[in-house]
Structures are given as C-alpha cells and as structure tokens.
C-alpha cells in the first residue's frame, strides 16, 4: 500500500530537541519531493521544509537555522531534525509527497500523499 508514517514526536521543553521521521512506501520514494508540514491548534496547516529528489532543501522562514530536513533514499524515510524547540513549535506535524514525480511542490495542494502525523508538544 501506498503510504507515510511518521514517528518521533513527543513532549520536550523548550531548548530541546527531538528527529521526526516519515517511513514510506508503496512507491518510489526516490523520485518524489517530499515535504514536512504542521498543524497548529486553531491555526492552518502550514509549511516547514521541503527535500527534492536532488536533496536540495528548502525551508520556511520561521525555521531559522533551528530544523534540518533530510533523506535516505535506501530506506525510504524522510526526517526532520528539529533543534531548539520553542513553544510555538508544538503542533501536529506532517509528511506529504509532490504529486508527480520529479514535480516541484508550491503549495500544499501540490502534495498528493500525506501521512497521519506525529505529535510534537513543547511546553516548560
């Protein structure tokens, strides 16, 4: 079947931090730009950091130096490391494949396979 898992999420204090994973299959994950996203209570669902096939990345603004986004081809996993949490980092975050491959993502709706999230609280 085709899907995303994440793991790795959790309750830590600001300062800490935490890698997020996102296992995939069904597919070959290789030729698909994939991205993280999350999710806020009350809030859209926004965007964090995008790999492409070539492993170039691309971050949101508020990322500021602190997550790095990586993949491994050989096992078919995304991750995102996040550093220095902060407490406007808690959220449900997500993985997403671009929808074609070798498609370059934009915006959400560019994503056509999305995982079930993993729960990343900060809180003092």
């Known amino acids: 079947q085709v899907q995303l898992v994440e793991s790795g999420g959790g309750l830590v204090q600001p300062g800490d931090s935490l890698r997020l994973s996102c296992a995939a299959s069904?597919?070959?994950?290789?030729?698909?730009?994939m991205g993280w996203f999350r999710q806020a209570p009350g809030k859209e669902r926004e965007f964090v950091a995008r790999?492409?096939?070539?492993?170039?990345?691309y971050y949101s603004n508020f990322v500021q130096g602190r997550f790095t986004i990586s993949r491994d081809n050989a096992k078919n996993t995304v991750y995102l490391q996040l550093n220095s949490l902060k407490l406007e980092d808690t959220a449900v975050y997500f993985c997403?494949?671009?929808?074609?491959?070798?498609?370059?993502?934009?915006?959400?709706?560019?994503?056509?396979?999305w995982g079930q999230g993993t729960q990343v609280t900060v809180s003092s």
């Open positions: 790999v492409s096939i070539s492993t170039r990345t």
């Open positions: 997403a494949r671009g929808r074609e491959p070798y498609y370059t993502p934009v915006r959400d709706t560019d994503y056509d396979l």
């Open positions: 069904g597919f070959d994950f290789s030729l698909y730009d």
